[in-house]
């Protein structure tokens, strides 16, 4: 027997294991059965999709390149696991726990990760294209390059989250609470930040063609060379943030507010919803560009801008070294 196909052996063994005791649970009707299933060790490349890993405890294994396609991961703990590499496209990990965990060019695509607690997690070049992260806890987790087409992270908590050079087109983010976080030359076409809390949130350089900030939060937050072409700041607040080199071609800014906000160099000569008394408000210069008939003020005096400092991405957990021959143990407790 290969060591492969022993590994595989072992791993439907321990899945078997713990079909048998849902099974006892299910005879006893109502009366439930308590059930820990840990895994350990390596897996690098196994086929594992469609199992049922709910309230799995994976402690230190590598699943690298692992394939779970459609896996039930509910409840489980990733704890300084890796899933590096790993197909888990459709797969659930709503309330999951992932401290340390590395999902670094992962396949995430529709996965459900529902109320998951992510802190610090790597998900950096991960494919997260129409996941579901609503309601996640995900702070100072790091999802640089990863492409989050279509994603769901509605009410999600990515205070200190690095987003650099992201694909977050057409997502959803309304609600969410991301002071501090790092979304530079982040694509967020259309995408959606409707009452979001973004104070001193990096977005530079950013394309939010599209995006809708109405009631967001934005104080602080720095904007500048940004492309917000037809963008919505309806009654948005943008106290102190900085707009300076940024374009909106047909972005609204009715009712927001423009309070010491830095419109140096920014091309406002088509947007939409300004009014001369926000403007008295801001601070620009003569390179900016307004609307005929509206006119930006100087501000004078030394202005001062505190902000958050923003932690750089943490480094991916090493993956965890490959026990003397693989291992694979159910415990099953009561």
Do not use: W
Request: with cysteine; aromatic share 6%; net charge positive.
């Amino acid at each position: 027997m290969t060591t492969r196909s022993a590994r595989l052996l072992l791993a439907s063994a321990a899945f078997a294991a713990a079909a048998a005791v849902a099974g006892q649970a299910a005879a006893f009707g109502d009366k439930e059965i308590a059930r820990q299933t840990s895994f350990g060790g390596s897996c690098v490349k196994c086929e594992l999709s469609g199992r049922n890993l709910a309230g799995a405890r994976i402690v230190g294994a590598n699943f690298s390149g692992a394939a779970l396609v459609g896996a039930n991961l509910r409840e489980a703990k990733f704890q300084a696991s890796s899933f590096a590499g790993a197909d888990l496209s459709r797969a659930d990990l709503s309330d999951a726990g992932m401290s340390g965990a590395n999902f670094s060019g992962a396949n995430l695509s529709s996965a459900r990760l529902r109320s998951t607690e992510a802190r610090g997690v790597h998900f950096g070049s991960a494919n997260l294209t129409r996941a579901d992260l609503s309601d996640v806890e995900a702070t100072g987790a790091n999802f640089s390059r990863a492409v989050m087409t279509n994603a769901v992270l509605r009410a999600a908590e990515i205070r200190g989250g690095h987003f650099g050079s992201a694909n977050l087109t057409n997502a959803i983010l309304n609600d969410v609470e991301a002071a501090g976080a790092n979304f530079s030359r982040a694509v967020l076409r259309g995408a959606s930040f409707r009452a979001a809390s973004l104070k001193a949130t990096h977005l530079s350089k950013v394309d939010a063609t599209g995006a809708n900030f109405q009631d967001a939060d934005l104080v602080a937050a720095d904007l500048s060379g940004g492309r917000f072409d037809r963008a919505s700041f309806r009654a948005a607040e943008l106290k102190t943030a900085n707009l300076s080199g940024a374009t909106f071609d047909g972005a609204d800014f009715r009712d927001a507010g423009l309070r010491r906000t830095v419109i140096a160099g920014a091309d406002l000569s088509r947007a939409r919803g300004l009014t001369q008394d926000q403007l008295d408000d801001a601070c620009g210069d003569a390179r900016t560009k307004l609307p005929r008939g509206l006119v930006a003020k100087t501000c004078h005096g030394v202005r001062v801008i505190v902000r958050p400092r923003t932690p750089p991405p943490p480094d991916p957990p090493e993956p965890p070294a490959p026990p003397e021959a693989p291992r694979y143990f159910v415990a099953i407790g009561e």
